[in-house]
Every structure is written in structure tokens, then in C-alpha cells.
């Protein structure tokens, strides 16, 4: 099931800000955060919390926030202190399009509404206090140094140098998997599982996808052009950096996504026909073109 018009309107809602200290700063957040995309990480947010049969609307606050976590990276990411590219989605960096300055403080803001969506109201119950607490816990741990932002420290400290199959494989489960799969345990705290065969099964899906997708991202700075992919093809080329084309080569690494689009289907063979959407979505990660 297509996710994304429902998650473009929680987006909208969630970045409207009428307390906000700069209009200048908010717009550089809309700018980023309502620019377009995939959406994958909000749809693995609903998708997983559907199939354990979570209500749409407990899940659109864990789907919002994750992906504004989500922009956030993009933006520091894209910074001339990291990454330093000028395209994002087809269009100028956030950093590009206003200043660094501003940049930085937008992700820095995304971030902190993201955290307010997971915590939800004053005068929730104490099942669904519960709940956002387990949630905020898995975000946390997803984007700090035992995920996504220790994944980034690695990628920056590995420039030059040549990794082995191993060491890229922790850089990446850290810097793109472990957001990957948060936003599919995310779906299930939502859904009330916070453990078990069917959260496990998530678990070993969302680790497998998140390989899957870094491959196919690595292949497509090959093989893409700059206006398919929506930013400048060959970057990781051009700054040095350990990928698994160059690893591998171009038909390696098409055969590693493909391994791991196995093992996340043969992950949720437990969870029969609820894993439908699931199954589509591991398809997509390895066919997309952008």
C-alpha cells in the first residue's frame, strides 16, 4: 500500500510551528522536510505496524518522526564538513538553497520535533505513556553512536583508505540500517510488540533491507545519472570513499542485494500473508532507480 499522501499530510501538520523564532528557520525545515522523496522509512513505519495490526493513526506520529530524523541527517550529511554535496532530491542542498548556519540549525530543529511527535500529549494513558517511552528509547538508540551518527563518524574516518567486506558491511548496518530498521520497530512498539517471534522477524528484515538499500545506493552512484538520482552521480568516486562497487565490483554487489533481499524475505516467512507489503517493499529497495 502506497503510504505516501497520507504521510505528506502528517508531515504538513507536524511543521506547522506558529511559535517558531525565526521564519527563516522553519521555512529551511519545509524546504527540506516537504521537498519530496521516497518516504521508505515512514512506510516501514506503517507497513510493519499494519501487518501486527496497529491503527493507521498510532502510527502516524512514529512515521513523522522518523522521518524527520531522517531530512535531519540528510541535511548535516549534505554540509561541506561531511559529505559536501549540492543536490538533494533534484535540488539545492538545504545548506545551498539558505546558509550552513541555517542548515545545521534546521536539522538540529527536525530533530527536536521528531522527539516531541514520539512523546505525544500531556494527558495520554499510562499503556500509551508506556509505549512513547519504548518508542523514543528505539529512536534514540537508532541515530546515536551505536547507529546512525557512529555509522556517519565511520564513513567520514574511513576516506582513503580501503575497508574490508566486514567493516563496510558494520559502517553501513550503523549509518543507513540501524534507521532502517528502527522505523520498523517503531510499527511495532506502536502495535504493542516490544518482543517475541514476530518482533524478532522485523528485527532480521529491517537488517537485511538496510544492507540492501546501501548496495543498491552504492551501485546507482555507478550507474545513475545526476538527474536520476536526484544528486551528483559518482560523488563517492570523487571523495574516495569505500562503497561496495568498489569493492566488489558493479556485479558483486548486484548479487549481494540480491542475497539480502532473500534473507529479508525468508525473514518474514513466519508472518504469512501480513507480510505481503513487506515482501513488495524488499522488491523495491533493489529495483528502484533513485
Not at 522509512?41 to 501487518?51: D, E
Not at 494513558?125 to 528509547?137: D, I, K, Q, T
Not at 571523495?239 to 532473500?262: C, F, I, N, V, W
Request: some cysteine.
Amino acid at each position: 500500500m502506497d503510504y505516501r499522501e497520507r504521510i505528506e499530510r502528517v508531515l504538513e501538520r507536524a511543521l506547522q510551528l506558529p511559535d517558531a523564532g525565526s521564519t527563516r528557520l522553519v521555512e529551511a525545515m519545509c524546504y527540506s522536510a516537504l521537498g519530496g522523496g521516497k518516504r521508505l522509512r515512514p512506510t516501514l513505519v506503517y507497513t510493519a505496524g499494519v501487518a501486527l495490526g496497529a491503527p493507521l493513526e498510532a502510527l502516524d506520529d512514529p512515521a513523522a518522526a522518523v522521518e524527520l530524523i531522517h531530512v535531519y541527517s540528510l541535511i548535516h550529511d549534505d554540509l561541506p564538513a561531511m559529505d559536501d554535496d549540492d543536490l538533494r532530491r533534484g535540488r539545492p542542498s538545504c545548506h545551498k538553497a539558505f546558509d550552513e548556519a541555517t542548515a545545521i540549525l534546521a536539522g538540529d530543529a527536525l530533530q527536536a520535533v521528531a522527539f516531541d511527535l514520539l512523546a505525544g500529549r500531556a494527558d495520554q494513558s499510562p499503556a500509551e505513556a508506556f509505549c512513547r517511552l519504548a518508542m523514543v528509547r528505539l529512536l534514540s538508540a537508532g541515530i546515536g553512536v551505536a547507529g546512525m551518527a557512529g555509522g556517519q563518524a565511520i564513513d567520514l574516518e574511513s576516506v582513503g583508505h580501503r575497508l574490508d567486506l566486514a567493516a563496510l558491511q558494520r559502517m553501513h548496518r550503523l549509518k543507513t540500517g540501524a534507521l532502517i530498521e528502527t522505523s520498523l520497530l517503531l510499527g511495532a512498539a506502536a502495535a504493542g510488540v516490544l518482543s517475541g517471534p514476530k518482533w524478532q522477524a522485523l528485527h532480521e528484515y529491517g537488517a537485511a533491507i538496510g544492507l540492501a538499500f546501501q548496495i543498491q545506493d552504492d551501485i546507482l552512484d555507478v550507474t545513475g545519472t545526476t538527474a536520476e538520482i536526484g544528486k551528483v552521480a559518482g560523488a563517492d568516486a570523487a571523495h574516495d570513499k569505500p562503497t561496495y562497487t568498489s569493492l566488489m565490483g558493479l556485479d558483486g554487489a548486484r548479487a549481494a542485494a540480491e542475497a539480502q533481499r532473500q534473507r529479508a524475505l525468508a525473514a518474514i516467512e513466519p508472518l504469512g500473508a501480513a507480510g505481503r507489503d513487506l515482501a513488495a517493499l524488499a522488491d523495491f529497495v533493489i529495483g528502484r532507480a533513485n
